[in-house]
Each structure stands twice: as C-alpha cells, then as structure tokens.
C-alpha cells in the first residue's frame, strides 16, 4: 500500500484529543483514564458480507454516565484472523484493543487521515445535532496484512474538560 495521508491541525483542540488522535494504543483504555469511568462496548449494527467483512459500528460509552465518549465504524477482515478471536468479537462485546491483548496479536496501525466534522440529524446517531466531531482512519496490519480499516469519531465537548491544555 502507498499512503497520501491527510492530517489536520490539531494544537487547537483539547491535549486529551490530541492524545486519543495520536497513540497507536488502546484507545479504551486511554479513554477509561480520560472519563474516569469504566467503559464499555455498545453495538449499533454488525453485518457480515459474502467476502467475510465484518461491518461493524459500535459506542465506546461510560458505564455509569451513558455518554459515547467514541463512535467507530470497522471493517474487519476475517479470515486475517483467529477463528477464535473472530467468534469472541462476534459474540461478545469486548473492545477490539482487548481482544488483541488477549490473543496476542501484534499490530501496526497505518494512519490514513484525520478529519473535523458536524453532526447533522441524520448523520451521527448517539450525538446531538451539531456535535463537532474529530476523527481518524487508520489501517490495522499484522503480518504485514491488512486485517481492519477503522474509523473513529470523537465528540470534541466531552474532551474539553478531561486535562488542561
């Protein structure tokens, strides 16, 4: 693959956004820390293409707060991966950066672009109308294959008081 990657200024935006649209770590983890709060996975719609793609759109939400600190549309490959890894994403809801851990799968992760967004009505459910996002697409590799394409929203209001600037 050869990459043109689109980034965006991000000095102007809160340090935990910075943070979040930078590491190539567990993003729930970070977030946990962040929100000072236990996360957890909430899954809007999975489906499964005659390719074996997994489509997949799910919340990161506070457990106790009900916010979506993070809204991520996947596209999982999978026959790239374990069968068991594959039947535990499907059938339980645990973040993909867990899953990872406890498989240990390796990882490199390719950023494609990073971009600002408004929710609209219809757009974005989970968010109000009007809700900038800030976001990210990033390739996950292992084995020097490809295994998902990811893409993460983050709503810019809920990052603006978790760590001073």
């Known amino acids: 693959f050869l990459y043109s990657v689109t980034m965006i200024e991000l000095r102007r935006y809160p340090l935990a956004l910075q943070l979040l649209m930078q590491t190539d770590g567990t993003v729930t983890e970070l ?5 000072q709060e236990d996360i957890q996975v909430i899954k809007l719609s999975e489906t499964i293409n005659k390719i074996r793609v997994l489509n997949r759109h799910i919340f990161l939400q506070g457990k106790h707060t009900g916010q979506n600190w993070l ?7 999978l026959d790239h991966l374990p069968d068991n890894f594959v039947k535990d994403l499907l059938e339980k809801s645990v973040p993909i950066g867990t899953l990872w ?34 976001g990210r697409t990033y390739h996950v590799f292992n084995k020097q294959q490809i295994i998902m ?17």
């Open 31 to 35: 977030i946990k820390l962040l929100a």
């Open 71 to 77: 809204h991520a549309e996947s596209k999982i490959y």
């Open 101 to 134: 851990a406890n498989y240990r799968i390796e990882t490199f992760k390719q950023p494609i672009k990073q971009f600002a967004e408004t929710c609209t009505e219809n757009k974005q459910p989970g968010f109000e109308c009007g809700t900038k996002l800030l």
């Open 149 to 165: 394409e990811i893409t993460e929203k983050f709503p810019v209001k809920h990052y603006l008081q978790v760590l001073p600037s």
